[in-house]
C-alpha cells in the first residue's frame, strides 16, 4: 500500500506545480530544469513527464481542468436559461475553482507576462476555452453569430477578471468580480 | 522625376504583398523566400525589408494601418455617445476598410489556419488591437472594467464577423456583418 501510493504519488500534480513555482522565482524560469523540479517534488522525471509535457505546461496544466469544469457547467444549465445566463452561471463555476489559489496566481502572472512564449501560449489557451465553449452554446441550439460572440464574451468577463482578481484591493472573491463583470456588459450592451 | 519614383517604388508594399499571396499559394509558404517575392514583384530585397520586418509580417502589415484607423475613429466620435456606439462606429471604420479585399483575405486566412505560427501570432496581433482600443476607451474617461470589457466585446465583434464575410454565402459587405454582430451582442446581454 505504502509502496503503491509512493509509485503513484499522490497529489503528484500539485507538488510538481508548487516545486516549479518556488524554482521559477528562486532561480528564474529559464534556469530551471525539469530534473530541478522533479527533485525539488521529491518524485521522478518521469513522474514529470506523466503529468506534464514540457516545463511551459506546468503554467497551463489547469487550463484542461477548466474547460473540462465549464462544459460540465453549461450541460448542467437546463435549456430554458437565457444564453446570458447559461455563460455567466458556466464562468462563474470555473471562477470558483480559483478560490484559496490567488497567491499562486500572482506568482504566475509574474512569471506569463515577464515571458513572450508564455503569454502566447496563454492566447492560444484562452482561444481554445472559447472555441470549446462556443461548440457547447451550439449544442443548446445557439445558433451562430450569437453562440461565437456570446462565448467571446464570456471568456473576456473571465480573463479580465482574473487580472483585477489578482490585485484587488478589497481582495474580493474571483467569483464576485466575474459576476461584476457581467453586470457590467449588460449596462455597456444597453448604452450606459 | 522617373528615377525618383522608381527608388521609392510607389505602392511597393501592395506589390509585395500581392507576390507574396501569389507565391505562398503557388510554391507554399515554407517553400516561398524573401527574395523570391521581392523579385516577383520586381523589387529588390532591401525594398521588402524597409517595408516588413520578415516573411511572416506579409500577412499582418495590416495590423498597424487597422490600429491606427481605429484609434483616429475612436478619437472622431463625440463625447457624449455611449461606450457601446463608440465602440460600434470605430469598428464599422475599420470593417470598411477590408472592402474589396475579399478574395485576398480569402488566400490569407487559409494560409494562417494551416500554420500555427502564423496562427499565434494573428492571437498577438487581436491582443494588441484590443489593448489599444481599451486605452483609447479609457482616455474618453471610461472607467475599468467597462473599458477592457466593451474592448474585447468590440475586437471579437471584428474578428468573429470577419470570418464569417470570408464565406458569407450572400457576399454581404463586412460592414454589415459587423452591424449585426453588435445587434447580436445587444440581444444577448439583454437575456435572448
Redesign the interface.
Known amino acids: 500500500m505504502m509502496l503503491c501510493m509512493s509509485r503513484w504519488s499522490p497529489n503528484a500534480r500539485g507538488r510538481l506545480e508548487r516545486a516549479a513555482y518556488d524554482l521559477f522565482v528562486e532561480r528564474g524560469y529559464e534556469e530551471t530544469t525539469v530534473a530541478d523540479i522533479a527533485r525539488r517534488a521529491g518524485l521522478t522525471e518521469r513522474t514529470f513527464f506523466r503529468h506534464y509535457a514540457d516545463k511551459r505546461e506546468v503554467f497551463f496544466g489547469g487550463a484542461a481542468v477548466l474547460q473540462e469544469e465549464l462544459l460540465r457547467a453549461v450541460d448542467a444549465v437546463s435549456a430554458n436559461v437565457?444564453?446570458?445566463?447559461a455563460v455567466r452561471i458556466s464562468v462563474e463555476a470555473i471562477a470558483h475553482l480559483m478560490r484559496d489559489r490567488r497567491v499562486l496566481a500572482r506568482e504566475r502572472q509574474r512569471l506569463v507576462l515577464a515571458h513572450a512564449d508564455l503569454?502566447?501560449r496563454e492566447?492560444?489557451k484562452r482561444?481554445t476555452l472559447t472555441a470549446a465553449l462556443t461548440d457547447a452554446l451550439k449544442q443548446r441550439g445557439v445558433p451562430?453569430?450569437?453562440a461565437?460572440?456570446?462565448a467571446?464574451?464570456g471568456i473576456?468577463?473571465f480573463y479580465?477578471?482574473f487580472v483585477?482578481w489578482l490585485d484587488d484591493p478589497a481582495e474580493r472573491e474571483f467569483v464576485d468580480i466575474v459576476r461584476?463583470?457581467f453586470d457590467?456588459?449588460?449596462?455597456?450592451?444597453?448604452?450606459?
Chains 1, 2 share one sequence.
Open positions: 437565457s444564453t446570458f445566463e503569454q502566447e492566447l492560444i482561444a451562430e453569430p450569437a461565437s460572440l456570446a467571446d464574451m473576456a468577463v479580465i477578471g483585477r461584476e463583470g457590467h456588459i449588460k449596462a455597456v450592451a444597453s448604452g450606459c
